[in-house]
């Protein structure tokens, strides 16, 4: 999820345990902790995201890899590079 896509989203009221020492220090340093946390939770959501997409199509990259390996990339011998 972007961060537009957060901010624009309906924000709804929630209850976390925090450790209280590093919440004291965000507040003295004047972080918005309820941003920094959704951020953080938007980051955890895509590291997640990313990791179950890999795992639901390792075959097909396992697949892909053999075959370029074997063969070579399709169409190489058009590349100008």
């Known amino acids: 999820m972007q961060a537009?896509?957060?901010?624009?989203?309906?924000?709804?009221?929630?209850?976390?345990?925090?450790?209280?020492?590093?919440?004291?220090?965000?507040k003295a340093l004047g972080i918005n902790v309820s941003r920094s946390a959704e951020a953080g939770i938007a980051e955890a959501v895509k590291r997640h995201k990313q990791k179950q997409w890999l795992e639901d199509n390792a075959t097909a990259l396992a697949s892909s890899n053999a075959y370029v390996e074997a063969n070579g990339l399709p169409l190489a011998r058009h590349r100008q590079f």
């Open 4 to 26: 537009a896509e957060v901010t624009k989203s309906i924000r709804k009221p929630t209850n976390l345990s925090l450790n209280s020492a590093l919440l004291k220090e965000a």
